[in-house]
């Protein structure tokens, strides 16, 4: 009742009245669960204290191959929205978390980006700007065999966390309309930090179009597409190298002048190590899945710029 004569005068007045102060009520915080933990860092951004933000994937799990323990379904059973971003797991356990709470929507905050081909999927070549871009907005494999699976690192681009940012608001404003103006202002002061991160990654890596840095496993496809730059895989298909690519790979850094192979924490540095021993550099960590996204990506940018060839 007292929700709906909120709803009412807010409906009438929210012009008059930016911030109408908070019943009781409306005091308790959304319950809301994300796959990995950059996107609580949106959703925290969008919501503030109105959501109570749960992440599925600890951290230094993989994403790829991740499942939920049984305690963590109890949570999900009492979740009112759960944020998908388009990682591997979701398509075989969403549906079984929505066969144990119906009542819980889930908002795909991947919908309307266009997916790259996952690199592991290139046979070793490299991703980067050289790729044509496809008719429908799709970038594809330069030699036309690129049908892979999509790459689901989408959180990695300022431009695509827009996109994330957008749906995560709607779906707020559905959910909980009282508090429409904290979401807008919340959402417009993300977006402009959105914006500066990525001018300010644009200058960093002004004048290095078509250079190259080495990861272990290709998170990094729509962050590289984003700055000109490209990413050399070591991990093909989920798996360590076999002998003759770690061959290519040790030439084709040498050629480069390629120093450093990045890897990430969630994934085992063995090959990766063998491999800068190979050619006089050095593994250093870039972490795709760290909770504070914006600090994250440009502390892992900065490195990226100083490795890339
Ligand atoms: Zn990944």
Request: net charge positive; hydrophobic share 45%; charged share 25%.
């Amino acid at each position: 009742m007292m929700k709906r004569i909120g709803k009412i005068l807010l409906g009438a007045a929210f012009c008059l009245l930016p911030a109408l102060p908070a019943s009781p009520a409306e005091a308790a915080a959304v319950k809301v669960f994300v796959s990995i933990a950059p996107q609580k860092y949106f959703v925290q951004k969008i919501a503030g204290d109105l959501a109570e933000v749960s992440v599925l994937v600890p951290a230094g799990a993989d994403p790829h191959t991740f499942e939920p323990k049984p305690r963590q379904m109890v949570e999900l059973s009492k979740t009112a929205l759960y944020f998908a971003v388009g990682i591997d797991f979701e398509k075989t356990w969403l549906k079984k978390i929505s066969a144990t709470n119906p009542k819980m929507r889930i908002v795909r905050t991947d919908e309307g980006i266009p997916k790259i081909a996952m690199a592991a999927h290139r046979h070793g070549r490299e991703s980067g700007p050289e790729r044509a871009a496809a008719p429908h907005g799709h970038v594809q494999d330069g030699d036309g065999s690129g049908a892979g699976s999509p790459d689901p690192h989408v959180w990695l681009s300022p431009a695509l966390v827009r996109i994330q940012a957008n749906h995560i608001l709607r779906a707020f404003l559905s959910l909980d309309p009282a508090h429409r103006t904290r979401y807008e202002d919340n959402h417009a002061r993300f977006l402009a930090r959105i914006d500066a991160l990525h001018a300010e990654l644009t200058s960093l890596f002004a004048g290095r179009k078509g250079e190259r840095f080495m990861v272990f496993h290709p998170s990094w496809g729509y962050f590289a597409d984003a700055y000109g730059l490209g990413q050399i895989p070591v991990e093909i298909e989920g798996k360590e190298p076999k002998p003759a690519l770690l061959r290519k790979l040790i030439r084709r850094a040498r050629e480069r002048g390629i120093r450093v192979i990045f890897v990430q924490p969630q994934f085992s540095a063995k090959s990766a190590e063998l491999l800068a021993r190979e050619i006089g550099g050095k593994v250093v960590y870039a972490d795709p899945l760290a909770e504070n996204w914006e600090e994250n990506l440009r502390e892992v940018a900065r490195k990226f710029q100083a490795a890339a060839r």
